[in-house]
């Protein structure tokens, strides 16, 4: 398993994952001008999990520059349950020490369980407090 910063040439394999991983609760669109978009405004933002040549997960590890937040974690379900998905987590916790942002952030659907399981059991647990306001623009 080859964990590593994802590339343009990457952004097919990139989409295609996302569309056989994603969970039922996301609700943003799979687009490859976002997937452009995070390559071009945050190169290495993009991690991912190949095998043979084949994609197999992604995690995006995005910042503010104080505050690092994790989305789109996805694992190709043919490799789950495995420990991919925390080898993603703490190759872009590696990032955000690198960069030196201390605190970080999992960004999960309110009414996905097993996404909230999998980032409790990740050390990420539900902070008390605190909701997200949201709108698109």
């Not at 405004?41 to 994609?55: K, N, R, S």
């Amino acid at each position: 398993m080859n964990i590593r910063p994802a590339t343009h040439a990457d952004v097919d394999g990139v989409l295609a994952l996302w569309e056989v991983g994603r969970t039922a609760h996301a609700t943003t669109e799979d687009r490859r001008v976002d997937v452009e978009r995070v390559l071009e405004q945050e190169p290495g933002a993009l991690v991912l999990a190949e095998q043979d040549g084949a994609i197999v997960g992604t995690v995006i590890a995005g910042s503010d520059g104080w505050r690092g937040s994790l989305w789109r974690l996805a694992v190709h379900p043919g490799h789950r349950r495995r420990g991919l998905g925390k080898q993603l987590v703490r190759a872009a916790e590696d990032r955000f020490r690198a960069l030196g942002i201390p605190r970080v952030q999992a960004l999960v659907g309110r009414e996905d369980e097993d996404a909230a399981a999998f980032w409790t059991s990740a050390g990420y647990p539900v902070e008390p407090g605190t909701a997200r306001h949201v709108r698109n623009v």
